[in-house]
């Protein structure tokens, strides 16, 4: 099968918003760990989607504070 390159765009694209979908799912679960190395692998797929970037940044800050909480707690 020979994709054009628009198809490979598209085909990205989904890939992109499946594994968006999947970090959803991860971060409801509380495991930030594994919804930064997702949105990581999304951006290495599409580097210029601002919205994965801003949503790596929003999970990367929470698993901060998370972590910042978890430390006074103890």
């Known amino acids: 099968v020979v994709l054009a ?3 490979l765009t598209g ?3 989904v890939v ?3 594994v968006v979908v999947v970090v959803v799912v991860v ?3 509380g495991n930030l760990d594994t919804a930064i190395k997702h949105l990581q692998q999304a951006v ?7 919205d994965v970037v801003g949503f790596l940044k929003k999970v990367k800050l929470m698993d901060a504070k998370k ?7 103890q």
């Open 5 to 7: 390159e628009g198809d």
């Open 11 to 13: 085909c990205i694209m």
């Open 16 to 18: 992109v918003v499946v």
């Open 27 to 29: 971060v409801v679960q």
């Open 44 to 50: 290495r797929g599409d580097p210029d989607n601002g």
């Open 67 to 73: 972590k910042e909480g978890e430390g006074v707690s």
